[in-house]
């Protein structure tokens, strides 16, 4: 018996027509809790505990190359409706036709993290986090076929920007001078709906709010030199966008052009409240800040 | 039909090429159903899926902003800009019927 390779566990996603595998991935974890307590009483004589089983829970993290569907996951997750999610054991000529294997298993489960990083230098990358609502369950002849997954593509971090605005009227025309990471974070709230109705083990889940943050770093420029020459925020800007502690308008925008600064179609946009500015200078390092935005309102994927 | 969007209506979206811009669509895990997009002119809440492709970054957004002018009425959402192995861009839109 051979042992199972990474690359040949899978997740995917159910569609009308079939499963979608989901594409360029590079890591995933299932996790299946049973969610214990100690049951021990003065009955019992030591010190040990008893944990009693009280309920199951699971979850699936996905992390994957492709950022081009970003704007489909940031609004997937807006629309707290479950995905059905299959984990299953991959053909080894492709990686990607699923094989109904053994271990296989499905279920209900909402996108509640969604994790897009696109870091100077980098390949972009996502993380999909899902929480499981209701039972996990064996796939056997389920009877679907492989969806098409074409060759996929790349994108580089730094043409990938954040967009500022100096308050909450005027559009966001200028970029972080000199950044080097930008992550944008969405989290979605979960509250255990099981009540004594339900039926098994399993508990159910229920989205109830969403937030998210923006996170980016920068080098300090010391008598400024690209700054000056095209528009761009620095860290007086900043400075001032804290001092005002008011909200700002934001775009996350393809770039091109000088300095990388032109730009392109915009993936999402929103309000966000400048939360905390960390100004870092490390001995025979260079000085850098690292500017974390809690988002204001919902956020825009409609370009 | 509901109001609310189901994912499988989010995401399950049709994959609608332009000859004069799309040579081959790219990776998209979550999406289906290959229904035309002009076959479905009566639900509004679908979603379509299209890919355009260029030579460069600038000839992409182009392509976007005319697809924008096509489309008057329609939401389009776009993802990041991918570069593929042959060195053309390429960039994932779905069209939200509103």
């Not at chain 1, 690359?7 to 569609?15: A, E, P, S």
């Not at chain 1, 972080?176 to 004594?196: D, F, P, W």
């Not at chain 2, 995401?11 to 035309?36: F, I, R």
């Amino acid at each position: 018996m051979a042992t199972l390779k990474g690359q040949n566990l899978r997740i995917y996603t159910r569609v009308d027509s079939g499963l979608k595998v989901v594409g360029m991935a590079t890591n995933c974890t299932i996790t299946l809790v049973n969610n214990v307590s100690d049951e021990s009483t003065k009955d019992d004589t030591g010190l040990a505990q008893k944990p009693i089983t009280q309920s199951k829970s699971w979850s699936v993290q996905v992390e994957s190359l492709n950022v081009t569907d970003a704007a489909t996951m940031l609004a997937a997750i807006k629309s707290m409706t479950p995905f059905n999610l299959i984990w299953d054991e991959s053909g080894t000529t492709d990686n990607k036709a699923h094989q109904e294997a053994d271990f296989a298993r499905c279920g209900s489960a909402y996108l509640t993290d969604l994790n897009l990083t696109f870091n100077d230098r980098t390949t972009a990358a996502k993380t999909l986090q899902f929480t499981g609502t209701g039972a996990v369950s064996t796939i056997t002849d389920m009877d679907l076929s492989d969806e098409t997954v074409p060759a996929g593509s790349y994108t580089k971090g730094q043409f990938v920007r954040l967009f500022l605005s100096s308050d909450n009227t005027a559009a966001p025309a200028s970029v972080i001078g000199c950044a080097r990471e930008l992550t944008l974070h969405i989290s979605v709230s979960v509250e255990n709906s099981t009540t004594k109705d339900t039926e098994g083990e399993w508990e159910n889940q229920e989205p109830t709010s969403l937030s998210y943050d923006i996170t980016t770093n920068a080098l300090v420029r010391s008598g400024d030199t690209i700054t000056s020459l095209v528009t761009a925020k620095g860290l007086d800007d900043l400075e001032t966008i804290h001092k005002n502690g008011t909200p700002v308008k934001w775009n996350i925008a393809n770039v091109s052009g000088d300095n990388q600064r032109t730009k392109g179609v915009v993936i999402a946009s929103g309000s966000a409240v400048l939360t905390n500015l960390e100004i870092q200078a490390q001995n025979k390092t260079g000085a850098q800040y690292r500017a974390t935005l809690n988002g204001y309102g919902d956020y825009t994927v409609s370009a | 039909m509901s109001k609310t969007k189901t994912n499988a209506e989010v995401l399950d979206a049709s994959n609608v090429e332009t000859t004069e811009t799309t040579e081959q669509p790219a990776t998209e895990e979550v999406q289906a159903q290959t229904t035309a997009q002009d076959e479905t002119p009566q639900q509004p809440a679908e979603a379509t899926t299209q890919f355009l492709t260029a030579n460069s970054r600038e000839e992409l957004t182009a392509a976007f902003e005319a697809l924008k002018e096509q489309n008057p009425g329609k939401t389009l959402m776009a993802g990041a800009v991918g570069q593929k192995d042959d060195g053309t861009f390429e960039l994932k839109v779905d069209f939200i019927n509103n």
